[in-house]
């Protein structure tokens, strides 16, 4: 069984930074992608960024330049660093992990339990 479980949500004053990590368990095989996605009170849920097994990234154009994902392989993890937040940028943050859980069998999405972010203006 995966289980991924976010940490580093909190609430923070406009202008300021906040620092998320993932760490992913259980039956793990191979992860090919990690990402992190938001969900805003009344909006759909939506791509912050991600980042493949090969160091590859993408960013929704709302954090370019001041967003940065990370990622530890060996320790299945992610990062997510946020400077320069924005009352916009309120919303609960949800890891992703696209992984398979034995060699050689099925791709699937797993999703963590979500953690909030609040930015004060």
């Known amino acids: 069984q995966v289980q991924l479980v976010e940490s580093g949500g909190g609430l923070v004053q406009a202008g300021g930074s906040l620092r998320l990590s993932c760490a992913a368990s259980g039956s793990i095989s191979s992860i090919h992608t990690m990402g992190w996605y938001r969900q805003a009170p009344g909006k759909q849920r939506e791509l912050v960024a991600l980042?493949?097994?090969?160091?590859?990234?993408n960013y929704a154009d709302s954090v370019k330049g001041r967003f940065t994902i990370s990622r530890d392989n060996a320790k299945n993890t992610v990062h997510l660093q946020m400077n320069s937040l924005k009352p916009e940028d309120t919303a609960v943050y949800y890891c992703n992990a696209f992984l398979r859980a034995v060699v050689a069998g099925p791709w699937s999405y797993y999703w963590g339990q979500g953690t909030q972010v609040t930015v004060s203006s």
């Open positions: 980042i493949r097994s090969d160091g590859n990234t």
